[in-house]
Structure formats: C-alpha cells, structure tokens
C-alpha cells in the first residue's frame, strides 16, 4: 500500500470545524483513501472513503485534491467526543489485498 | 447490537500459558481481519480468514500464533505459550465480501496481559 503522511496532533476548540490533512503522493490509480478513527480504548472506527470525487457523510466530509496527491478529511461542528487518533489509509481493492496499513495518525484534541 | 464482538474484553495470562481470543463478526460478514497493537504503537495487520480458510497469514507470527474461522461458530485467535511481548491489544474486523471499497467494522478489542 501506498504510504500516507499526517500531522502527528492537532488541536481545535469545541463546536468549530476540524480539517485534518492527509499527503499520499505516491497513490495510484485504483486506491481508495480511508479515513478511520480511534477512540480511547476502543477499536477503530470506518469515518470516510472516497476515490476522486469529494464525498459527505452523516460523520464527515472528505475533500480529495484534483491530483490525489492529498485529501482533507473535515469534522463540521467538533465535540469533545471527536477527539480521537484519526487515520488516513490507502487501500487497493485488487483481488486478495485486503490489508489495511495503518500509520501514526492524528491525535485530535478538542479543546472545550 | 449487530456490531464484532469480541470477548473475553481483557484477557490475563501467565507466560507459557494459551491465550484464546474470540470473534463473532458482524452477523452475515463472511471475512474476518485480526490486528495488533502493542502498546503506544499502531495497528498491523495479522490474518485475513473467510469461513474455514486462511487467505492471507503474511502478518501472524511464524511460532506459537495460530487463526482459524470454522463453518460455525466464531474466528479464533490462538497464542500458544505466551511471553511478555505478546501483551497487546487485539482487534478483529468484518466485512460481507471480498474487493469492497467499503469500510471494515472493527471490535472494540481483546486486551491481554501477559504477566
């Protein structure tokens, strides 16, 4: 999988959004950008994907550069409960690669 | 809650004894995914099982780790004779098919401690 290259943490006020930045320079055609996250002591948790289009959901909104070479992953309106480690990951579909890679990610603290 | 389950939620063993982690996937997900992550570090990739085969092991230890997902019953993760170092956070994951952009639904994760 193609690596992927995130701030190690960030910080941002309660209630105000959040743009988490993700650089894959190296992504190819078919991959996928993921976003996962992980709460204190739990599992991670499927945020976002998208492939070139900008994508929105119920959780978040992902912001994909017209060269893929980086993607913005954007929480609207935070809440304490945003604070998380948050993962950008390049996945290739191609039959039998199933792996997720994950990095260091991004440590989100919300400040209240 | 139709999400992974995992139990037991933490799990304490002496060294050299077995350690049994258990995963029930997401009710009509045939893959299941283990990962691991040691303390302060991120998560690899260990197994990927579908019903009753291993398709890819290329992240489980060569010794004393084994996986398996039978026709029936829950994905086990086995560590036979365990040391200090296996002492981890183990999660497992689903997904209803193979090749799918969609997203993994994780388990909120085996926690063991080797002492």
């Known amino acids: 999988d193609a690596k992927t290259t995130q701030p190690n943490s960030m910080e941002s006020n309660e209630e105000e959004p959040v743009h988490l930045p993700c650089n894959h320079s190296?992504?190819?055609?078919?991959?996928?950008i993921h976003w996962y996250r992980q709460l204190p002591s739990q599992g991670p948790e499927y945020v976002i994907h998208g492939l070139t289009s900008n994508v929105n959901n119920r959780m978040a909104s992902l912001a994909i550069a017209e060269d893929r070479k980086s993607s913005t992953l954007i929480l609207h309106r935070a809440t304490l409960r945003d604070a998380a480690v948050y993962y950008c990951i390049l996945r290739d579909v191609a039959f039998g690669n199933e792996k997720l890679t994950f990095g260091t990610g991004t440590r989100l603290t919300i400040i209240p | 809650n139709a999400g992974v389950m995992q139990n037991p939620r933490h799990l304490v063993r002496r060294r050299g004894q077995e350690a049994r982690l258990r995963c029930s996937p997401v009710k009509g997900h045939s893959h299941v995914y283990w990962y691991r992550q040691l303390p302060e570090e991120g998560l690899k990739f260990m197994v990927y099982l579908q019903k009753e085969n291993i398709i890819d092991e290329s992240g489980m230890p060569k010794e004393r780790f084994s996986a398996e997902f039978p026709k029936e019953g829950p994905s086990i993760l086995r560590i036979q004779q365990v040391v200090r170092g296996d002492s981890a956070a183990y999660f497992c994951?689903?997904?209803?098919?193979?090749?799918?952009?969609?997203?993994?639904?994780f388990g909120s994760g085996t926690r063991l401690t080797v002492v």
């Open positions: 190296t992504i190819s055609g078919t991959d996928y």
């Open positions: 994951a689903s997904s209803p098919q193979q090749g799918t952009s969609y997203g993994y639904t």
